[in-house]
């Protein structure tokens, strides 16, 4: 019930479990005197949670009263920790569709500590090869009728005990493959106070894959759409608009050097969407793609370009967001900000663009839960190192094919404004088939690595 990231981590994890589909039906066993107050917490927000029951005192009795609760229908049986809420959606797709083949599964990661085993005198009396050792995480799955066979079994030892369920299955019905799949370094276990702190900062950094459509999927869902590009004069922006009016879609792009709006200019903006409402009646997607990069120290960075920086890379998002509420509000539309991987940690020379980069990712993160009860999403476009003016400006010709084209960075970021996701640091890499949910961490500290090899102006 403690808060990280904005919710408790039981919403995180019931949020995740509950978007894959994988998954049915969620059953939610919660300690004793604590279901009402998880009821009211979860609502009617999650449609796949069927039920909420009282566990028991151990691991073991809370899964006896599970199966007690599911009935005699076989079927798949997904267990998971409640305060594992990092848990990645391969992950579950990978222990269910395991389970087509086996009976029971688990998930694991190999060891990167050496293990050792002791005696009561704390002398080390093995240590076994690691290439062999794995450590356990959850979830772990089970066709029902092994489960429950395991656990009718177990009931009939007087020495029963067992700390996890593949336990319960390899001691109790040893004819049965216990199938391994590989779990995630993030899919930390909240225990200790440490792992709050811990679970915080992944994610902050935690991002996602855009969903990918076809062209003619994108193009479908675009068609007849009304969407205001700001920063739309050349790059990125610019790219959107394009692509966005030849699918067919209402588009106003508005720019300093193209209509000579200035996005720091919060009247300017509530004039500009105000307009397009009245033009077309409605207003799908606001997107911001302004943005100011400027290298050097902070000492001798003057008050003016300190004031444009921020201006423009934080303070326009503020007011962007102010005057697009009520029309996305209205639409149950889009607000799609722009972040960088220098978001992720302040860096020399980097101070005012790295600070409002992380102050846009904790705006649309803040939004994204304030603005859920009116269908609006909102989220933010994290692109690797792409070509536009902008960075052509701050640090000259780069070598060819280190960098994305503004086109591919448009695409995925039209994808996810017309997508229903939201709150999202929506990563996008050149290797962006290769991108998955669970390397999207190791991925911003990758990019951080690169960027900082890059030479300084």
């Excluded at 190999?110 to 009561?120: C, K």
């Excluded at 190192?385 to 780069?398: H, K, V």
Aim: aromatic share 4%; proline share 3%.
């Amino acid at each position: 019930m403690v808060k990280i990231a904005g919710k408790t981590i039981l919403e995180h994890t019931v949020e995740t479990l509950g978007a894959s589909p994988e998954i049915d039906e969620l059953i939610v066993m919660i300690t004793p005197g604590w279901s009402e107050q998880v009821a009211t917490l979860l609502g009617d927000r999650y449609p796949k949670v069927m039920r909420i029951l009282e566990g028991g005192s151990t691991r073991n009795e809370t899964t006896r009263k599970v199966l007690e609760a599911l009935g005699t229908e076989e079927s798949k049986v997904v267990l998971h920790d409640a305060v594992r809420p990092l848990l990645d959606a391969r992950i579950i797709t990978d222990c269910v569709r395991a389970l087509d083949n086996y009976g029971a599964v688990d998930v694991v990661i190999p060891s990167a500590d050496t293990i050792v085993t002791v005696d009561e005198d704390e002398i080390i009396t093995a240590i076994p090869n690691r290439a062999w050792l794995r450590r356990g995480q959850t979830p772990q799955a089970f066709r029902l009728s092994v489960l429950r066979d395991a656990y009718a079994k177990a009931m009939d030892d007087p020495y029963f005990s067992a700390t996890d369920d593949c336990g319960v299955v390899l001691k109790y019905r040893p004819d049965v493959q216990i199938k391994c799949i590989t779990g995630a370094e993030h899919n930390i276990k909240v225990t200790h106070p440490v792992d709050l702190f811990i679970a915080d900062k992944l994610f902050q950094l935690a991002s996602h894959t855009a969903p990918r459509r076809t062209s003619a999927q994108l193009a479908e869902a675009l068609e007849g759409k009304t969407i205001v590009v700001l920063g739309g004069s050349y790059g990125i922006g610019a790219e959107m608009a394009q692509i966005a009016q030849n699918a067919g879609a209402n588009v106003v792009a508005h720019g300093r050097s193209t209509t000579g709006l200035h996005v720091e200019n919060a009247d300017a903006i509530e004039a500009a969407l105000a307009a397009v409402e009245k033009e077309h009646g409605t207003i799908d997607a606001v997107v911001l793609t302004a943005g100011v990069l400027r290298v050097g120290p902070l000492r001798e960075t003057t008050t003016e370009q300190i004031t444009e920086t921020i201006g423009v890379n934080y303070l326009a998002a503020v007011h962007v967001a102010r005057a697009a509420h009520d029309y996305l509000a209205r639409s149950h539309g889009h607000l799609l900000f722009f972040t960088s991987s220098s978001y992720t940690r302040g860096r020399q020379n980097y101070a005012l663009y790295s600070s409002s980069k992380a102050a846009v990712v904790n705006l649309t993160q803040a939004l994204s839960e304030e603005w859920a009860s009116e269908g609006i999403k909102v989220n933010v476009v994290n692109p690797e190192r792409t070509e536009t003016r902008m960075r052509l400006n701050a640090f000259g010709q780069e070598p060819a094919g280190t960098l994305l084209s503004a086109e591919e960075v448009a695409v995925a970021s039209l994808e996810t404004i017309t997508s229903d996701v939201t709150g999202l640091v929506v990563d996008i890499r050149r290797d962006q088939s290769a991108a998955t949910e669970g390397d999207a961490i190791a991925s911003v500290l990758e990019e951080t690595e690169r960027e900082l090899e890059q030479p300084r102006s």
